[in-house]
């Protein structure tokens, strides 16, 4: 067993499999001190509330030390780990009423510019209020794909990673959801 010490120079891929092989409680302490502020940030951006998202990271992590055993290192451990908060976090709006009346407006402010296209455009040329409201009116699947995309900077094949479909796929889901937050946009252009 390594020293702790040793534990903070192990990457994130060794630790995970220490704790998948082993049951390494440093190991699994080590990779929560690494990871569980992006995890709850993440789970804040799906639920809007401190207090859902702590338990929400809370769960994930349980779920994590259960389920380790499945990352298998074809991707990088933040990958895998962010698909999982990912999936639980889709998953716990889906089934409960009470947290998708909860939510409340994303920060499109904090929208950045990354792999820019002809397509994308029209996107940075919208007026942050009009959007929020925009992005509010599709699903809650096409929003994840477009914040994911936008706002945290995924490539299409870390989005493939996440959502566990084909590069075509990913592909038809963003084109629609770019599809649909246009013409959510373009409504309420003419409401204003």
Known sequence: MKKNEDVLLLTDEELAFGVGVDRNVKFFEELYNRFSK?????????????EIAEDLTHDIFLQLFV???Q????SKFSTWLYSLTYNYCVNYLNRDKN???LRESVEVDDL???SYDEDDGVFWEMESKKLD??????????RMILLLKYQDDASIKDLQEVLEIGQSAVKMRL?????N???????????Y
């Open 67 to 69: 389920t380790i055993r």
């Open 38 to 50: 992006k995890v709850f940030n993440k789970c804040l951006s799906f639920v809007k509330h401190s």
């Open 133 to 142: 409201k925009a992005l509010q009116k599709v699903t809650a699947e096409e």
């Open 175 to 179: 084109s629609r959801a770019k599809t």
């Open 112 to 114: 950045k510019e990354t």
């Open 99 to 101: 947290a998708k009346m």
């Open 71 to 74: 990352f298998k290192g074809k």
């Open 181 to 191: 937050l246009l013409k959510e946009y373009k409504k309420i252009e003419y409401e």
